[in-house]
């Protein structure tokens, strides 16, 4: 069982910068990711970026590619957003599977926290 922890959502002005947190318990496998999804309102969940949990690759969206980074410490796995815009603004989820970019390959979610981006 491996559960997630999101922390660190919140409300900021156009270009500003939030760092998200996913707190990981229990152990995933080395082969899994752990992965950064959002969904906005009335929105299907979208793929933000994601780690390799056994090294240290990274994945991006091109949405966010060069204003997001994703990096972990320990077991924990970090999201820093800059230069943020109203259309980020999302519920933001942690979740770690074996998937890439489908959420429906990630068998663990956590339980999200808003990010709310003003223009």
């Known amino acids: 069982q491996v559960q997630l922890v999101e922390s660190g959502g919140g409300f900021v002005q156009a270009g500003g910068s939030l760092r998200l947190s996913c707190a990981v318990s229990?152990?995933?496998?080395?082969?899994?990711?752990v992965g950064w999804f959002r969904q906005a309102s009335g929105k299907e969940r979208e793929f933000v970026a994601a780690i390799n949990w056994g090294n240290p690759a990274t994945y991006y969206s091109n949405s966010v590619k060069g204003r997001f980074t994703i990096s972990r410490d320990r077991n924990t796995v970090f999201l820093e957003m800059n230069n943020l815009t109203p259309e980020d603004t999302s519920v933001y989820f942690c979740?770690?599977?074996?998937?890439?970019?489908?959420?429906?390959?990630?068998?663990?979610w956590g339980q999200g926290t808003q990010v709310t981006v003003s223009s």
């Open positions: 979740g770690t599977g074996t998937g890439y970019s489908s959420p429906s390959s990630y068998r663990y």
């Open positions: 229990g152990r995933p496998f080395t082969s899994w990711r």
